[in-house]
């Protein structure tokens, strides 16, 4: 098997990113919210310039795949008309904002979350993928997901906190940013190519960045009715635009908030049957990652989704199916993960997908007869 090829960054709208299907042109919703009539914009442009799907990312952005080249400019002009594409693209490239989706209009999770934005300028260059956490709501709910610098709700008051490091430094919504951009700015003239994420420079942190310890964590969200609207899952992230949009019609929501966990909120929406969506947090399908795979992707290996859709109920754990090596769809570690090879599957246990296997080279037929429980 051939190495992936590792970009090293991820594409936007200005910078979109070819794949085998066309391009990929990723929007990045401010505040993890879409109102209904850019929810319902996005969904036909999915199928005017997609291939009509919309993928909802890890990082909680939204892409469309199998965009033409020469439907690039036209797309973003669509866009901009939108509000849904920043006018800068160095601006859109730092706005690596994860947000808890929870909020309530005004409260603080925003108030900090928009001054983020408007200062995002002042932030020293920093390595493509380095991104921010405002997770400041009564209980942390991204405390497991990727990003380097995190704002959060303390055991006594609002903190600021590095990755990796088990503290950190009380701030007031006042000096919040302007300590967001300070530790950014050490970070900066601290990493090194090696070490690129924050995680991996914390021996080096100043104790003036830590010591108050963060709030507790709050159980993960499930499919169904909450206080904002209703929540449902999306198998793989992919949401089928035309029946996206018939759901946010349906259910009269007023905005469409995403998150990182293969989860999508309808703001002020009922909830609503929708077959085309996952609405039992059981299902097995939230618990499958998947990437792509062959064609979509010019690097895999092999087909994904039809094998993870017909062994997810047969996996006891966290199953991952990629189609090469660098396990785009999960990064950390799965109970059962298989990497394509050559129109085959390598199969790691209790690993990730670049991890060495302990089974090489298994056709689809005989996944189909093998005990993972």
């Not at 390595?127 to 709501?137: Q, S, V």
């Not at 007031?172 to 991996?200: C, G, N, Q």
């Not at 293969?262 to 049957?273: H, K, N, S, V, Y």
């Amino acid at each position: 098997m051939s190495a992936p090829i590792v970009q090293g960054w991820c594409p936007g709208t200005h910078r979109p990113m070819m794949s085998g299907d066309g391009l990929v042109v990723r929007v990045r919703p401010r505040l993890a919210r879409l109102d209904a009539d850019q929810a319902l914009g996005l969904c036909d442009l999915a199928d005017r310039f997609g291939n009509g799907s919309i993928d909802l990312t890890n990082r909680a952005n939204l892409q469309m795949r199998g965009v033409d080249e020469e439907d690039h400019q036209s797309l973003l002009k669509e866009l901009a008309a939108l509000n849904l594409l920043d006018a800068e693209p160095g601006i859109e490239i730092r706005r690596n904002i994860l947000v808890t989706p929870l909020y309530q209009a005004g409260d603080l999770t925003a108030r900090l979350t928009r001054d983020l934005i408007d200062r995002l300028a002042e932030l020293p260059a920093l390595p493509a993928k380095f991104g921010f956490a405002i997770d400041t709501g009564p209980e942390r709910l991204l405390e497991s997901d990727s990003a380097d610098i995190r704002l959060e709700a303390g055991a006594d008051g609002l903190i600021l906190r590095a990755d990796g490091c088990e503290t950190g430094r009380s701030v007031t919504e006042t000096d919040a940013i302007d300590h967001v951009i300070a530790l950014a700015m050490w970070f900066s003239k601290t990493y090194t190519p090696e070490t690129r994420r924050m995680a991996r420079v914390i021996d080096a942190l100043p104790q003036e960045w830590q010591g108050c310890a963060p709030g507790s964590v709050g159980a993960k969200l499930q499919p169904g009715p909450c206080e904002l609207g209703a929540l449902y899952g999306a198998a793989f992230g992919s949401l089928p635009a035309r029946k996206l949009y018939d759901l946010i019609e349906d259910s009269g929501a007023c905005a469409l908030r995403v998150t990182p966990w293969r989860l999508i909120l309808l703001e002020g929406g009922a909830a609503t049957p929708a077959s085309a969506f996952v609405e039992d947090g059981t299902d097995p399908l939230m618990t499958t990652d998947a990437c792509p795979g062959a064609p979509f992707c010019p690097q895999a290996q092999a087909e994904t989704r039809d094998i993870a859709r017909a062994l997810a109920s047969r996996v006891s754990g966290r199953l991952h199916v990629s189609g090469c090596s660098k396990g785009c769809a999960r990064m950390g570690p799965a109970d059962i993960t298989l990497v394509g090879d050559n129109g085959r599957f390598d199969l790691v246990k209790q690993g990730r997908a670049g991890d060495e296997p302990c089974q090489r080279g298994l056709d689809p037929q005989t996944l189909m007869t093998m005990d993972f429980t």
